[in-house]
């Protein structure tokens, strides 16, 4: 089982020598890292002047990354406690899994449930300055580096 804290912190150190090799702006004082750990709260607001690369961790595995941009909120803050709520959601995904059905715990009623009471989710905010890119960027590199279940 590997531990998710230390996923991140590798990860994001590693990060910031890529993103130094793609001479992309900004230093290891421009990323801030915040860790909700089960249960955790849905966060009511992306930080002004902030973009973010977000997860949700359990069970040993990353379930899912995503990235929102500074005008994203809804992104950020509700929608992947939803299913209906937009395309590609943690929610939609849990349903779409036959393998959840194993987890006594999971309601397919109500996912948003299970999601705040057995994740812990990171956030990983980056000043809004330095642009889409260098988010997507970081985006991708979490992708290939922790190979979350729901990420093609």
């Not at 990353?62 to 994203?72: D, Q, R």
């Amino acid at each position: 089982m590997t531990d998710w804290k230390a996923d991140i912190e590798e990860a994001t150190g590693d990060f910031i020598t890529v993103a130094r090799l793609a001479r992309a702006p900004g230093g290891p004082e421009d990323i801030h890292v915040e860790y909700l750990a089960a249960p955790h709260t849905p966060l009511r607001h992306l930080p002004t002047g902030k973009m973010a690369v977000y997860g949700f961790w359990h069970g040993g595995e990353w379930l899912k990354i995503g990235m929102a941009g500074p005008h994203s909120n809804a992104r950020y803050t509700s929608q992947h406690y939803n299913p209906n709520s937009a395309g590609s959601t943690l929610a939609s995904s849990l349903l779409n899994d036959p393998r959840m059905s194993n987890w006594p715990s999971f309601r397919p009623s109500a996912p948003r449930d299970w999601i705040k009471s057995a994740t812990n989710r990171v956030n990983i905010l980056l000043d809004s300055k330095h642009g889409p890119l260098l988010l997507a960027l970081l985006e991708a590199f979490l992708h290939l580096r922790l190979r979350p279940r729901y990420e093609k």
